[in-house]
């Protein structure tokens, strides 16, 4: 099964090969694979070569440890496209899923310097700071915090954001929401996003801050949003022209 005169090493093989096995569906999501004594049986390598392979599967969250349990297959990543401008809702939506949240901060204060300054706003000038954590089909997906200028949208409450806020913005006002600048950097969860996404202290994080325009050219949002990066990966389309 493993080619011993490839230039690949032995571990890299291996990894390829249960990530095969993932794909087809012979390992199932959720379920344990062969221990590493059955899997160097299995593969005629050692135990050391097997625990590497799955230590880097591991950390690339293909497969997670449970103490005293064994190894599982994790769940699919979600796929985000980094092409049209969705909101999560929209996005869970396409994928079938239910988007719910929980809010976890709701309050109106005067914008901080940086935010101001993205939103065009004077020193002073109020926005809501909305926390929320976004479930897709009950599982917590990511924790967002948005900053919204009171004067662009007025009248935003508890309720509105439980749904889709986007959907609140074009169907309650007279605009239209046209674009956005996003830059995703990794980081680790500290202990409050840990405990909000579930998630190990320290786990990878794909942190996100995204300034949103309307189609007039009015700045209306900051997001900085932290995802879970056991569960999501940013796919981009790149042109060479
Ligand atoms: C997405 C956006 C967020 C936006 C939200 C609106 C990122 C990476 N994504 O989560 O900026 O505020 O959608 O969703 O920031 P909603 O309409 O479901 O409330």
């Known amino acids: 099964m493993l080619d011993k005169k490839?230039?690949?090493?032995?571990?890299?093989?291996?990894?390829?090969d249960i990530k095969g096995k993932i794909e087809s569906g012979l390992f199932g999501v959720g379920k344990t694979i062969p221990s590493e004594r059955e899997l160097s049986e299995q593969y005629g390598v050692s135990r050391m070569t097997v625990r590497q392979a799955v230590s880097n599967l591991v950390n690339e969250g293909a497969l997670y440890r449970e103490k005293g349990k064994g190894t599982f297959v994790s769940e699919?990543?979600?796929?985000?496209p980094l092409t049209g401008m969705t909101s999560f809702t929209e996005d869970m939506k396409k994928r079938g899923m239910t988007a719910t949240s929980r809010l976890i901060g709701f309050s109106v204060i005067s914008a901080p310097p940086d935010i101001a300054r993205k939103l065009h706003l004077e020193q002073g000038e109020e926005v809501y700071e909305i926390q929320r954590i976004r479930f897709a089909d009950g599982k917590p997906m990511a924790v967002e915090?948005?900053?919204l200028p009171i004067?662009?949208?007025?009248?935003?409450?508890?309720?509105?954001?439980?749904?889709?806020?986007?959907?609140?913005?074009e169907e309650n006002h007279d605009?239209?929401?046209?674009k956005a600048t996003q830059v995703i950097e990794a980081t680790t969860a500290d202990q409050e996003q840990s405990e909000?996404?579930?998630i190990p202290y320290g786990a990878a994080v794909l942190h996100i801050?995204?300034?949103s325009v309307l189609t007039n050219g009015t700045p209306f949002e900051v997001v900085k949003s932290s995802y879970r990066a056991d569960r999501y990966k940013f796919i981009s389309e790149i042109h060479r022209t």
């Open 6 to 16: 490839s230039p690949l090493p032995m571990y890299y093989q291996i990894e390829e």
């Open 76 to 80: 699919r990543k979600i796929e985000q």
């Open 145 to 147: 915090r948005t900053f």
């Open 151 to 169: 004067a662009l949208v007025p009248g935003v409450d508890e309720s509105i954001v439980m749904g889709s806020l986007y959907e609140h913005i």
């Open 175 to 178: 605009y239209k929401i046209d």
């Open 209 to 211: 801050e995204r300034l």
């Open 196 to 198: 909000l996404l579930a």
